[in-house]
């Protein structure tokens, strides 16, 4: 775990792909246990809030408040969408434009832990919407092995790399959206129909984010350079 920067009231992380949030099962560390563990050692407040999560296969930034109060200040921020957040992500086939919005309505079905796009009048329904920049495109004839073994797709004949930008934080919202465009993420067993058998990395890290901090009121950034093998490929 690499903690990028602490304080009395946060903390923000790099998270690796593969380590849950938070869990229950018995016997796994998680984010949250791995931080309480780690302020204990130095003696310190063990409280640990999770303001937004990353779902278990993905890497990247996390920010997590050290109290209550600095919980509530966060959680508005990210109700007003004053925080921002990007991620790289790697899709299957390239898009006709450089850059582009994507808007849909989502359900989320707590039973599969799975998201879906609906029409608007789904009730339930919630409304996603992100940007997106392509940032590079790869043949597989390039020879990258790596990527060129994780799909079984000859229909596409590339995969992408993207900067996405989020104007809301809704459930796989990504790994939907992508899906449902056409272009599902490498890697992603549950949304993308070409993935072999077996464990894969998911072709997605949260790489940018920046909020207020919820003392002092100054505006706070940061960013990380994917560490998985995958994106290794394409940087």
């Given at each position: 775990m690499e903690?990028?920067?602490?304080?009395?009231?946060?903390?923000?992380?790099?998270?690796?792909?593969?380590?849950?949030?938070?869990?229950?099962?018995?016997?796994?560390?998680?984010?949250?246990?791995?931080?309480?563990?780690?302020?204990?050692?130095?003696?310190?407040?063990?409280?640990?809030?999770?303001?937004?999560?990353?779902?278990?296969?993905?890497?990247?930034?996390?920010?997590?408040?050290?109290?209550?109060?600095?919980?509530?200040?966060?959680?508005?921020?990210v109700q007003e969408r004053s925080v921002e957040k990007s991620y790289f992500a790697i899709i299957e086939g390239e898009f006709e434009k450089p850059t582009g919005i994507l808007e849909n309505y989502l359900l989320r079905d707590g039973k599969s832990n799975t998201s879906k796009v609906v029409s608007k009048e789904t009730k339930g329904a919630k409304l996603a919407r992100l940007s997106y920049e392509v940032k590079k495109v790869i043949t597989k004839s390039e020879g990258l092995s790596l990527i060129s073994g994780m799909w079984r797709d000859d229909e596409n004949e590339a995969v992408s790399l993207l900067h996405v930008y989020l104007d809301t934080g809704r459930h796989h919202q990504i790994r939907v959206q992508m899906a449902?465009?056409?272009?599902?993420?490498?890697?992603?067993?549950?949304?993308?129909?070409?993935?072999?058998?077996?464990?894969?990395p998911i072709g997605l890290c949260s790489v940018k984010t920046s909020f207020f901090h919820p003392r002092t009121g100054e505006r706070m950034e940061f960013a990380v350079k994917p560490k998985g093998a995958l994106f290794a490929k394409l940087l």
């Open positions: 903690i990028i920067y602490e304080d009395r009231e946060i903390v923000v992380c790099h998270k690796e792909p593969g380590v849950p949030v938070q869990t229950k099962a018995v016997g796994q560390q998680d984010m949250v246990s791995r931080l309480k563990n780690y302020f204990a050692d130095k003696g310190g407040n063990t409280e640990i809030f999770v303001i937004r999560r990353l779902d278990q296969p993905v890497e990247g930034i996390m920010v997590f408040a050290r109290s209550s109060q600095a919980a509530a200040v966060l959680n508005r921020q449902h465009a056409g272009h599902p993420l490498v890697g992603d067993k549950k949304y993308n129909k070409n993935c072999p058998k077996g464990y894969l």
